[in-house]
């Protein structure tokens, strides 16, 4: 009976791959759906913690002009030791648009790229260090995959990648070449994040159980910003939470993923598809759509604890990315209200807790909590913050990441984010179609690290070069 099992659950997998529902190379090992981890190529090595030599100017090519694209290139005119070599789009008109972001900063003329191949050529110049990718999901890999090969860093918009075939693309193509390659998860730069995660490097919510994050974000007014209509079009065809990191990358942050400790496995459910179904109908003609209006993910790591997902771009709830600290001395909550509780005390000589007093279990009062976030300031923030919410992006947080970004570059340090996050957190798109496909299953999170999850303790900035 057992081996029929084992047959059953072979050919149903084949039967899975062969319909296109889903990732191939996978099998059930005690109910959990388990993808194959490939093996490193001949020459191919880790690249966790990877130094590159420093550079005193890092020479920059952006492809990729439509809605991200234009804020970047006007971003890094306000960073220092930055050179804009060239700029690319898919529409000769964008391009020349950026030209003028340049002229206006008294930046010179950058060189011009535009076309379906365009992009090739932008990487394969002598004169770029970095690549910074900002078009549409399906162009992502590709493009990073290409410029690596070409020998330069990449820097690519969220998420990274699409299957786990291309995560895994980007990991190996990153060790082989030895180059970074870093996704532009905004979030986890925001003020309230750097400086939750600080306190939470000094032990102030003792031992980090739960986290929660999401993307909720009525799109409704959006859909047709998107070029050629390529992000709707994406979610009619996917099942899943396809847009986790700007949630999952603040979490996985504060539990040191693959810096100490690693996703195992997770589990999806989602609501049936209304609101994302009428949208498609209206403006694609289809009566189809894989993506639920509402989708929720747990996952569970190797040391015990969790973190809770949710994605939903269709209904009309207000913009949300849930982030969530619960630790057995403290809490930290952004969204809706954004505050900070600790371990409650208690009553005066009594030592019994006054169970009628529920004001003891709130936030702490605004005037701590502002003392508190000062103290406890990432020295990120402390270093950059003013001209950070005067360059503005997202408020400030993608003017810090680009900082960062290029900080680290012309330090020789690691990157706040690495190869193994981009895929991390990318995977999740696909890792949930797996498991709502097969009734809410758990699905096993792949070891991009290749067993060298636990080779860093906790997770650092590079500011000190820690």
């Avoid at 090739?120 to 900002?134: F, M, P, S």
């Avoid at 399906?138 to 299957?163: D, F, I, N, R, T």
């Avoid at 994605?311 to 949300?320: E, I, L, W």
Wanted: aromatic letters at 10%; charged letters at 25%; hydrophobic letters at 35%.
């Amino acid at each position: 009976m057992k081996k029929f099992s084992v047959l059953l659950c072979a050919f149903a997998g084949l039967l899975f791959s062969a319909c296109g529902g889903g990732e191939e190379g996978w099998k059930r090992v005690d109910g959990v759906i388990v993808f194959d981890t490939p093996e490193r190529e001949p020459g191919q090595k880790s690249v966790l913690g990877l130094r590159t030599a420093p550079m005193e100017t890092v020479r920059v090519g952006f492809i990729g002009l439509g809605m991200r694209g234009p804020g970047a290139v006007e971003r890094f005119t306000h960073l220092d030791g930055v050179e804009i070599k060239a700029l690319c789009d898919l529409y000769p008109e964008r391009v020349e648009s950026a030209q003028g972001i340049l002229s206006k900063r008294g930046f010179p003329e950058a060189a011009s790229y535009s076309g379906e191949e365009g992009w090739k050529q932008l990487c394969e110049r002598d004169d770029i260090d970095l690549v910074y990718i900002a078009t549409p999901w399906l162009k992502h890999v590709p493009m990073a995959v290409y410029a690596m090969e070409h020998g330069k860093h990449v820097a690519v918009e969220v998420p990274a990648a699409q299957s786990l075939e291309e995560c895994w693309q980007l990991v190996n193509t990153a060790e082989k070449y030895q180059r970074h390659c870093m996704m532009l998860e905004n979030c986890v730069y925001d003020f309230f994040e750097l400086t939750t995660l600080n306190m939470a490097r000094h032990g102030l919510f003792g031992e980090i159980l739960h986290v929660e994050g999401s993307y909720i974000h009525n799109l409704d007014e959006f859909w047709d910003y998107y070029q050629g209509n390529w992000r709707l079009d994406f979610d009619q065809k996917h099942r899943g939470d396809v847009y986790a990191t700007h949630g999952l990358g603040p979490a996985c942050q504060l539990l040191g993923i693959h810096r100490g400790d690693k996703m195992n496995y997770l589990v999806a459910m989602d609501t049936k598809s209304v609101n994302g179904l009428k949208a498609a109908r209206e403006k694609m003609g289809v009566d189809t759509f894989a993506n639920g209006d509402h989708t929720l993910t747990l996952i569970k790591t190797e040391k015990g604890r969790t973190i809770h997902l949710q994605h939903n771009v269709y209904t009309p709830r207000p913009y949300s990315r849930m982030y969530q600290l619960t630790g057995t001395e403290g809490f930290a909550n952004k969204y809706p209200v954004e505050g900070y509780a600790f371990r409650a005390g208690q009553l005066a000589g009594s030592g019994v807790p006054d169970h009628e007093n529920l004001s003891e279990h709130s936030f702490i009062p605004e005037e701590a909590k502002a003392a508190l976030m000062e103290q406890y300031k990432d020295p990120i923030v402390r270093d950059i913050e003013d001209k950070a919410r005067e360059v503005g992006g997202h408020g400030g947080m993608d003017f810090i990441m680009d900082y960062r970004l290029i900080y680290c570059l012309r330090n020789g340090l690691p990157l706040d984010q690495d190869v193994y996050d981009a895929a991390e957190w990318s995977c999740i798109g696909a890792l949930t179609a797996m498991s709502l496909d097969h009734n809410s299953a758990p699905v096993a999170v792949p070891d991009f690290t290749r067993g060298d999850w636990n080779k860093i303790d906790g997770y650092r900035h590079a500011l000190s070069g820690e």
